[in-house]
């Protein structure tokens, strides 16, 4: 990518690193591990290449506390581990989970099924240590779950792709990992019935961690047929027999885990030239998008987020054009450049304009990389 | 200074109902719920996202400042017209605009009462989850302000994580929209920035929020304690033991007679403590829970365990614990409430930390804690009256604060900064923290005319000036 690779090993080193780039007025590639070059804008060509891959230290971690401080460019694999070792979790569930970074799940707001209970990484992050331009770490948030002292600029760098500085020290708050884990699916005919169980079991007091939707081209990529609607729940043996009794009232249910977290990725891999769209829809809209479309489709169907899947970008980028505010969140590499990434944006997209350019004047860090708008 | 002129146009836009400016009117409005004070030259009374609008142009081609206010119950001052000017009341901008429990959102005005909107679709078996305890009172444009939280926050998260979206004006009287009913909008998390940034980077005029869907099952549990040691250590047993509680709240003996004298909610006279503790979920798993923390009670000395037979009980508790703050004002002429956080285990340690600021000022502190999350409220008792008094109050809420930061906390878990607090910041954030805060201030507001005056320290003493003045238009630092 460029000719200058940093890979600092300490957060310290990080803003040294961009402040004397940035000095020099040199074009900026960050990154972790750089498992997702995939999504996002195009990783244009720099005068510097930063990696957080060095930064892997856990610096704090009182499990009674159930809070937590690592460095940005901790594998996520192993900060899994590290919390499920004490039976603990940040339920996330990132694509690209082996690869990816702590810090490169938070710069592209990865998240999995389980956001539909825990939420995504907004909702889970409680402070963080960040590079700026200027080569000085800024902090924003804490270590305690509950903080609202300073203005909440955290925020802003979950989803930034790296456009406005650079992640340094994550905290997170910790969920205790539930005794039992089980996953159940329901398969359907039609789309009108799978959304209405899905709308049945938002609107009942089961609170399971995730609730997805798939159509049948997707759910036959998995070796299901029809529209099949899959349920995680969590929580001690009486409340998972609580669940499948009362699912099992729903629709035709049996009692498997099938594959979601990866699926994105799965489907990238056996497709060079694929793209992923990925629509944020209304909870109500959600099924519609699952049964309108005939590429391969997941629903988060308690959250609103939809991903379809395409062969080629051609009709991907059909897609995002319309009805619903969409994405282009996967393309081949070589033809970002060129393609509609993000159709519509919003008409606060100005605000984030001149966000970036306070933290980033000269337009030197990760440019493009925001579906080419910043 | 308001001018002449101004107040004019602000008088015929608004009406002579929509604005306030005489001296025993303004009277009422330079006080919140915190001990500081400051006087409006004018507040005004918006009736739409238009009126604030012109609200806001009007001020700034008079270079006033604009302070937003919604039901003054702040704890930091953060509704305190502290340059004086102009105070934008939203009481009558108070319309839930769009109930879409398909969606599991509302869309509401910020002058909608927090728990309106619970009101609003309870019978529909939906809530919003954020319930600080004046949420009979306090708004949700307050609530997005300073990113309210409340004792249920320890399962639901607060305010920030319930806000989607909102339409706000910046002080140049722009008009903006940013998040949506949606999930996962591309691009940067304005929202998030502005939850929480204590109406000092815009005036929010509309906001998304999530609905919930109310739990199967509720018990609420009141645990005695004869020693508030074991109380602090049952809280660091429940989190050991993964037991996940919906609200865990610890009130000291002198805080419980205050409560049990003003609202006859049951609770014992001569405990040292006692635990609040609500378990929500499917029935399978509260049942469940609720045994667990028998044992861990016992175990930790608990004298006595009850468990809420009724709604009733249930909702006389609550009573108790969230009209506390209006129980000490019946004895005690004023009282200073803090709002410090420290990591869970350091709870019981903290407990010591406050009796011995009290010894040290003789000043009575009684504590009531949101114990689960570690955000702890000392209430500090003092006489207005008696010279030295507010002094030593806010000397101990400062001391206690430190103590706080010592042990890697914060020194405000849900009242905000506000004008109260600013000057501790810099011993919570490096310069340049505080600096890159300061920047965003200025992207946002550059004339420093919204809220002026909080968040950041004045740098009193110090030689560098981070804080603005606060009568200019120009900024000094």
């Known amino acids: ?206 609170q399971p961690a995730s609730l997805d939707l798939l159509n049948p081209p997707a759910a036959k990529r998995l070796g299901l047929d029809g529209y099949v609607v899959s349920v995680e729940a969590g929580g001690n043996p009486s409340v998972i027999e609580r669940y499948e009794r009362e699912l099992k009232q729903i629709g035709p249910l049996t009692v498997a885990a099938i594959p979601l977290q990866e699926f994105t990725r799965n489907f990238l891999e056996e497709h060079a030239g694929g793209a992923v769209v990925r629509i944020s829809a209304t909870l109500s809209q959600a099924p519609e998008v699952v049964g309108r479309l005939t590429v391969p489709v997941v629903a988060r169907a308690g959250s609103g987020v939809c991903y379809a899947h395409f062969a080629g970008a051609e009709a991907a980028a059909e897609t995002v054009r319309g009805p619903w505010i969409a994405i282009m969140e996967f393309a081949p590499e070589a033809l970002k450049a060129t393609l509609d990434l993000w159709p519509s944006p919003g008409g606060d997209l100005e605000l984030m304009r001149r966000i970036k350019r306070m933290l980033d004047p000269h337009h030197l860090l990760n440019r493009g990389r925001l579906y080419r708008h910043i | 200074m308001l001018s002449p002129e101004a107040k004019k146009k602000l008088a015929a836009l608004l009406g002579p109902r929509g604005y306030l400016d005489r001296p025993e009117d303004l009277s009422l409005y330079e006080y919140d719920g915190s001990v500081d004070k400051a006087r409006p030259e004018m507040v005004v009374f918006p009736r739409s996202t238009e009126d604030v609008v012109a609200i806001v142009k009007i001020a700034r081609e008079h270079g006033v400042p604009l302070v937003g206010r919604g039901a003054g119950t702040g704890l930091s001052g953060g509704a305190i017209p502290r340059a004086g000017g102009i105070t934008v009341g939203f009481a009558r901008m108070n319309r839930i605009l769009e109930i879409d429990l398909e969606n599991e959102r509302a869309v509401v005005q910020p002058g909608v009462v927090n728990l309106d909107i619970t009101l609003a679709v309870q019978a529909r078996n939906y809530f919003y989850a954020p319930d600080p305890s004046s949420q009979r009172a306090c708004t949700i444009g307050g609530n997005v302000a300073e990113n309210a939280g409340g004792p249920h926050t320890l399962a639901y998260g607060v305010t920030t994580n319930h806000v989607l979206g909102l339409e706000f004006v910046l002080p140049d009287g722009g008009l903006h929209n940013t998040g949506g009913k949606e999930g996962d909008l591309p691009g940067y998390d304005l929202t998030g920035l502005l939850t929480g940034s204590e109406g000092t980077l815009a005036l929010v005029t509309k906001v998304i929020v999530r609905l919930m869907r109310q739990p199967e099952m509720v018990k609420t549990i009141l645990a005695i304690y004869n020693a508030a040691e074991d109380c602090g250590r049952t809280v660091a047993e429940i989190t050991a033991r993964a037991i996940t509680p919906v609200a865990v709240e610890m009130l000291d003996g002198v805080m419980l007679r205050m409560v049990e004298e003003a609202t006859h909610a049951g609770f014992p006279m001569d405990a040292a403590a006692v635990l609040l503790i609500e378990l929500e979920g499917l029935r399978e798993a509260v049942e469940e829970q609720v045994e667990q923390i028998r044992e861990v009670c016992q175990e930790c000395r608990a004298r006595e365990f009850r468990v809420a037979r009724s ?27 803090q709002d410090g956080v420290v990591p869970r285990t350091q709870i019981a340690p903290t407990l010591g930390v406050i009796g011995k600021v009290g010894e040290k000022y003789g000043l009575t502190i009684s504590n009531i804690f949101h114990a689960g999350d570690g955000n702890l409220h000392p209430i500090i008792l003092f006489d207005t009256h008696r010279p030295g008094d507010l002094e030593k109050a806010k000397n101990a809420g400062e001391e ?37 805060i300061r920047n ?38």
């Open chain 2, 311 to 337: 709604a009733e009980e249930r909702e006389l508790l609550w009573k108790g614990r969230k009209n506390a703050f209006g129980a000490v004002g019946r004895v005690s002429p004023s009282y200073y409430v």
């Open chain 2, 440 to 477: 965003f201030k200025l992207l946002f507001d550059p004339e420093n005319r919204l809220n002026p005056g909080k968040v950041l320290p004045t740098g009193k003493g110090c030689l560098e000036i981070r804080q603005f003045a606060l009568t200019g238009a120009a900024p000094i630092y």
């Open chain 2, 400 to 436: 206690i604060l430190r103590h706080c930061i010592d042990v890697g906390g914060s020194i405000t878990g849900e009242h905000g900064v506000g004008m109260e607090k600013n000057e501790l910041m810099d011993r919570l954030f490096s310069s340049d923290s505080l600096d890159m």
């Open chain 1, 1 to 206: 990518m460029s000719e200058t690779a940093l890979t600092p090993g300490t957060p310290e080193e990080l803003a040294a690193g961009l402040g004397e780039a940035a000095s020099r007025r040199q074009t900026i590639t960050l990154g972790g591990r750089f498992s997702k070059n995939r999504m996002g804008g195009p990783v244009a060509a720099s005068d510097v290449t930063v990696s957080t891959a060095g930064l892997t230290r856990v610096l704090t971690y009182e499990p009674r506390d159930l809070t937590i401080s690592v460095e940005a460019g901790m594998p996520w694999i192993e900060f899994s581990r590290l919390l499920a070792a004490n039976r603990q979790m940040v339920p996330l569930d990132p694509p690209f989970a082996d690869l990816a970074t702590v810090g490169g799940v938070l710069a592209s707001n990865s998240s999995g099924p389980r956001r539909r209970l825990h939420g995504a990484a907004r909702d889970v992050v409680i402070g963080m240590k960040f590079a700026t331009l200027e080569g000085k770490l800024v902090q924003s948030g804490g270590m305690v779950v509950k903080n609202v002292a300073g203005l909440d600029m955290g925020k802003l760098l979950i989803g930034s792709f790296g456009t406005l500085a650079a992640l340094a020290v994550v905290n997170f708050k910790l969920l205790p990992a539930p005794e039992v884990r089980r996953h159940f699916v329901l398969a359907f005919d039609t789309a009108e019935a799978a959304g209405a169980a899905v709308r049945a079991i938002r609107q009942s007091v089961l």
